[in-house]
């Protein structure tokens, strides 16, 4: 007797976990959207109204380290969804845009950093960070081979 044309119980398993967890990665895709979305409709909103607030037009310094602080956490989220597409389209977590998501997270954190609430070691800490995710990065996309346009 042939078993060639019906599928293993397993094989069904495989393919409704499949299933799934591209359901769950696209539901995750919608999410983000809408999030990155009203994330840059509030940093509109902020400059708007920092704009408008006497003295109008001048930005204070630590509305501009709010406004850079916003830029770069919506610029994460545009980050993470590249991430998730990519591993829509490739089935693989692809390490240079998580080094990247987690560059820009530490240079946003390293921004908008009120020294006078940290101590050295954790500013030591964070600098070992960034060198650490730079090297990691900078080791990372220098095997690759360079692409020819």
């Not at 979305?37 to 607030?53: C, N, Q, V």
């Not at 600098?127 to 650490?132: D, G, S």
Request: hydrophobic share 60%.
């Amino acid at each position: 007797m042939s078993t060639e044309g019906t599928p293993s119980p397993q094989g069904g398993l495989n393919l409704l976990i499949k299933k799934f967890e591209r359901v769950v990665v696209v539901s995750i895709v919608v999410m983000m959207m809408v999030v990155v979305a009203l994330s840059t409709l509030e940093l509109g909103w902020i400059i708007a109204k920092d704009i408008i607030t006497p003295p109008i037009l001048i930005l204070e310094v630590d509305q501009l380290l709010e406004i850079f602080g916003f830029v770069l956490l919506i610029l994460i989220g545009v980050e993470l969804l590249e991430t998730i597409k990519a591993y829509l389209r490739d089935n693989v977590v692809h390490v240079e845009i998580v080094l990247e998501v987690a560059l820009i997270a530490i240079a946003r954190k390293v921004i908008v950093l009120d020294l006078s609430k940290y101590d050295g070691v954790s500013v030591l800490a964070m600098a070992a960070l960034v060198i650490a995710l730079a090297g990691a990065f900078f080791l990372r996309t220098s095997r690759r081979q360079p692409r020819h346009h």
